[in-house]
């Protein structure tokens, strides 16, 4: 069963990646230089 522990890590990591991915965009929205939309689309990648 060690399949369906990882399947568990995995899919509790996904949940929270996707929890956050949204309220960070927003949040990013306010940050000075937020102007540079790409600059936010690294953040998110480089926080994934």
Known sequence: MPALG?????AL???GMFLILP??????????GAHNHT?????RVATA
Do not use: K, N, W
């Not at 309220?23 to 000075?32: D, I, M, N, S």
């Not at 600059?39 to 953040?43: K, P, S």
């Open 6 to 10: 990882l399947a568990g890590v995995y």
């Open 13 to 15: 990591r996904m949940l």
């Open 23 to 32: 309220v960070f965009a927003l949040y990013a929205q306010t940050l000075q």
């Open 39 to 43: 600059l936010i689309g690294f953040a």
